[in-house]
Structures are given as C-alpha cells and as structure tokens.
C-alpha cells in the first residue's frame, strides 16, 4: 500500500518535502529494504510464520478476492499461556496470594482460617484442597474491597517488584518475543489487536498498554462487580466482592460480542479456553485464521498441556486439525521465546 | 497539526509527489482557508460554543499546563436525546412496539393479552398501565429469541424504511447536526469518541459507524444475556429474554470503567441518566468538560424537561450549575438542529 497524499497537505510541508527531495531520493534501496525486512524475525522459517504472513497478505490485498476493510481486521488475543507465561501458575493467582501475605497482619483469625491458612503456610496441598470456592475467596479477598483506582495501584505496585521465581524477572519480561512481532506486524497491516482473557480485565489494563501496545479499552476480561458512590464529595467506583463475568470457554464470544460488538477474523489461543473463540472467530465463512501457541519447550520455558485447574490444551488441539488452526510448536517455531533471550 | 513524513515512503510516491508539486504550490490559499474554518459552523457563537473550543484548546496544547496525550482524550456520549432525537418516545421504544406488531400474526393470543393487546389496539393508557413489568415483556419480546446476527439484521432492516410521524423521515437523519460536528471535531482534536447509552448497545452498533463515525467497539449500552451455542454445526450466539446490564445512572460510569477502562475526560449527555457520568468524568481533578443539550427548541424540534419513564432533565441541571458544565440552549445555541435543515 502507498500512502495516499494528504488533501490537507499545507505549503509548507509542500516546501519542506520539496527541499528534501534529493536526499529521499538518494535513499530507495535502503528504504525499499526496510519495507521488505522480516516482519516477524522471532520465528523461524516454517509453516506457522507461512500461514500468518500468506493469511495477512491475503486479507490485506487491495481488489483481492478475499480483502478485509481495516475497520474489520480485528484480532483477539489469550494472555495466560499465549501473549505471557501462566506456568506453573498463572501469575494473577501468584499476586492473590501475595496480596493475602501482604493483608495478614490485619487479620490475624487467617491464621487458623482455610484457604488463607494454607497460603500462609505455603502448604499447596491444603490450597487444592480448598477447591473452586477456597480460590474464589483469596481472589475476592485480593481484587475486592477498595476502589478502581486502589486496585490499580496495588496491581501496578506489585508487578515493580514482584519477580518470577524461575527466571528472576518481572512478570511483564515474561511475555514472549514473537507473540509481541506479531501484535505489531497486525497493527502494522491494519489490524485492532484486543486481548480476550479470562484474566481480571482490571489486572491487565494497568500494563497492557505499555508492554503490549494495547489500550486499556482494547482489553477485555474476567471482572467482578463494582458500586458507583460518592465519599467525601469525591465519585468512586468500589470493587465488590462478586463476579460479574467469567470471560473463558463459552464466555469468549459472549465477551467478543458485547465488548468488541464485531466478529474478529483472527483469534490466538494456547487452551480450552480458548476453543469457543476460535470456533467463534474461523466457523463464520471468509478467510480467517486461528492459532494455538502448544508449550513444547521445557527448556527456555515450558513444555505441558495440562496445566492443572487453569486449562488444559486438548479439545482444542483436536479441533485445530479438523479446522486447519495453526498450531505453534513453541521450540522449533521461535527463534527466541523472551525479549530478555536477545541481550 | 502538520502531516508527517512517512519513514516507509517508496520512490515511487515521491517521485509522484515532485510531479504534482507545481499544481499543489498554487493551491496555498484555499487550503490555509480551509485549514482555520470554523470546526462548528452549525453552532452560534455563544457561551457553549466558546466552552467547548477552550476545553480543546487547553488539552491538546503540547506543553500547555492542561496538556492531556491522545491516548487518554477519552469522551463520551449518551445517545438517546443527546445525538439522536429522543422524544415523544425513544426509537427503541418505536422498534420494540413495531416488532410486536410484525410478530402478532405468529401469536393469535397476544390479542386478549397484555401488554401485547395494548399495542396492537394502539392504546397508549394501558400500555402505560402495564407498567415496568409489561414494558420490560415487550422488550424482551422484540429483542429475544434470535441470534445476535440475525437481530442486527432485524433491525437495520427496521430503519430503512420506518420513518419518524412528525419529520416523514427515516430515523438516523433525526441526528443532531451540530453534535455530528462537534464528533468530528473531537476525533480530529485526537479524542476517541464513545457512545454510552441506556439504550441497547446492539440496537445502536449497526449504524453508528455509518451515522456518527463511531465503530462497534466504541459503543456502550444496555444488554440483554447471550449464549453460545452450536446450530447445524456453526457457532451462533443466541440472544436470551433476560438482562445482562443497564446502562443508565450510576450504571453509567461502571460501563465506562468496564468497557473502556479509562476515565473520561469529557462527557455529553440530557437527563439525569446522565448525571453520574458527568460527575464521575468531571470531579476528578484536572480540566475536564460536562456538557448538557437542553431541549429548549419546541419548533424545530421539542422543549421538554420531562420524559416520562424515559428519563427527566432535573437533578443534572441543578448539578450543572454547581459544577461549571456546559448547558447547550438548543434554541438559543444551535444554527441548525438536523441535517436536512441545511439543505
């Protein structure tokens, strides 16, 4: 595509463009160069990084058969496991209990209180056992209680300092190099990228914007209630302790519906999860492209498929056969997993 | 705002632009005109208009001490009475009642049931009578039942051809021509405009990109629940007779927080629907811009404070003049109330 002359265009750049001429023109082989370097330098050769840039090519041709109007070419990502890492544990689990260490000194009943008991004790055993509605009382006890902007600060207080055990990082230099090439060769190409997770929506606005390049408003997630009041004079929005939406599975697409209100034409997923919104996405007719990131390196990250209670990749695995999703086989299709691997 | 050189430009455009720079060096006049034409013609010069001018000054003044970045020029506006003509009854309220009249044939007993009866007979009291609860089957009943395509369909096929008793004309040419200005304006001053109305939020996403320039995923509203599901093996999404959200009052800046994830920095609204949007954008410290259309205008359009069950102009006027917001006098302030005025 060539830039289309401004109809606003003034004199003066005119002028400016006029007295520059020479020296742009002197420059075509490097520049020409540049428009055709490698958009996505992060994966190696293969059948995955093929079908990205030939799905891309193919919706982005002008008078092609198969060309998508920009305001269309909407994409959807998973974060957990797909745009960051989520082993062994996703990391918003990891800041619950973090954040129920940090409030124990003012509730000192958690000490012979379960599940906060065994976050205290570190006993991992006694937190499983305390299943879904153990888990569901930390993570009330960590996201609710305190206004928007509270929680916000508490979210982005905590990733400056909290570190990833293994790899001695902040969470946000977990995220994965070529995941981040491809957000921005989309966008390039005209794309709204949007991440759809069943992470809390208000864990991942305080930093998406800066480590993805996606907008809070361009975030989409799990969230729980919040209550419009005022305290002294000043307007609040108070987080409760109730869920108001659960974006996985089936509720990927409700979500994509409601928040987005168009179907996108590429989805990015790593488990079952993520099935409904790639079904979502590629079942509608028209070119469209799916993708699961499989964990298959154990060496510079993870290799798994069942990640305990926080999703499995199988169903979604057989269905990326028999719909013709690309699946990434982490080890030999990226060059490098972590922005951190190139220094 | 000058137009940046692109970094990618090809020889091509550049040895096309030395081409035509003859002809453009002769257009300098016109298109300095043109650059400093009034924004808002169809506002008269007044209080408002000043305001608003001022307000976009002070924040996209690079370096300015109210200097606010693209990226969080975030304004919103309510829809029904605020971009769109509202009144003797909400469009919506239009559509809902001529649905169930176009379903009747289907449901022989709707003719001895209320609220159902009420319509078909036209009877405008016991409607009334019928009360929230008959209001709400109505509702339910024109926007439940189908898939979330088919009642896009519905109800882009519903605006092409009915039209409004009094104006004769289809209902998205009953649109505020000063506002449509005062949209543009903002997006070209770098805001992203929204809609957040109490109306549904699928009953706006299919003409508003068209109408206002604003695309689906910068539209907020009310919601009824949805449901993923498989039909002859293609993934649908089933609309459901039950309420997911309203987007009136203080459920206003919850959506805001919910879907857009940032606090706006100017809101636009007509009732006390309104109000808690207003307040939660403008009491937040920092220059920020609260503005109301009051219909004064009983000629070219309608001068009402009351709205019935469809929202009244009380306790936001009050708070407007405690918080400096603007309060558009559509009689006194707008050149033109629609479009087709000016032809």
């Not at 919040?226 to 869920?243: Q, S």
Request: proline residues 7%; neutral net charge.
């Amino acid at each position: 595509m060539t830039p289309k002359p401004s109809r606003g265009i003034s004199r003066r750049v005119l002028v400016a463009s006029a007295a520059v001429l020479p020296i742009a023109l002197s420059l075509p082989i490097s520049l020409s160069a540049q428009a055709q370097a490698d958009p996505l330098p992060s994966w190696n050769e293969g059948a995955a990084k093929q079908a990205i840039l030939a799905f891309v090519a193919r919706v982005t041709q002008q008078g092609g058969p198969d060309f998508v109007p920009p305001a269309e070419r909407i994409a959807t990502f998973d974060n957990d496991g797909t745009l960051w890492c989520e082993h062994p544990m996703p990391v918003q689990l990891v800041f619950a209990l973090d954040r129920v260490k940090a409030l124990a000194p003012l509730h000192p009943q958690w000490k012979d209180a379960q599940p906060f008991k065994a976050v205290l004790d570190g006993d991992m055993k006694a937190l499983a056992a305390a299943g879904e509605h153990g888990l569901m009382q930390l993570v009330m006890t960590a996201h609710a209680g305190m206004t928007t902007e509270e929680f916000a600060r508490i979210v982005a207080d905590w990733l400056a300092t909290a570190r990833d055990p293994r790899f001695k990082r902040p969470y946000t230099e977990l995220v994965y190099q070529p995941m981040l090439e491809l957000l921005a060769y989309l966008r390039a190409s005209g794309f709204k990228t949007f991440v759809v997770s069943g992470g809390g929506i208000e864990f991942m606005r305080p930093w998406t914007e800066r480590v993805y390049g996606i907008p809070p408003e361009q975030v989409v997630g799990s969230s729980i209630k919040t209550k419009f009041e005022f305290r002294r004079g000043i307007p609040i929005l108070f987080r409760l302790p109730e869920l108001n939406f659960n974006d996985d599975k089936e509720g990927k697409p409700v979500a994509i519906n409601e928040y987005i209100g168009r179907r996108p034409i590429a989805a990015f997923g790593n488990s079952d999860g993520d099935l409904q919104m790639l079904q979502w996405t590629t079942m509608a007719g028209g070119v469209r492209f799916g993708l699961i990131v499989h964990h298959t390196d154990a060496e510079r990250e993870y290799a798994y498929e069942q990640n305990g209670a926080f999703g499995n990749l199988d169903k979604a695995l057989t269905a990326a056969a028999a719909n013709n999703w690309t699946v990434v086989d982490m080890k030999r299709d990226w060059k490098v997993v972590f922005p951190f691997e190139r220094h």
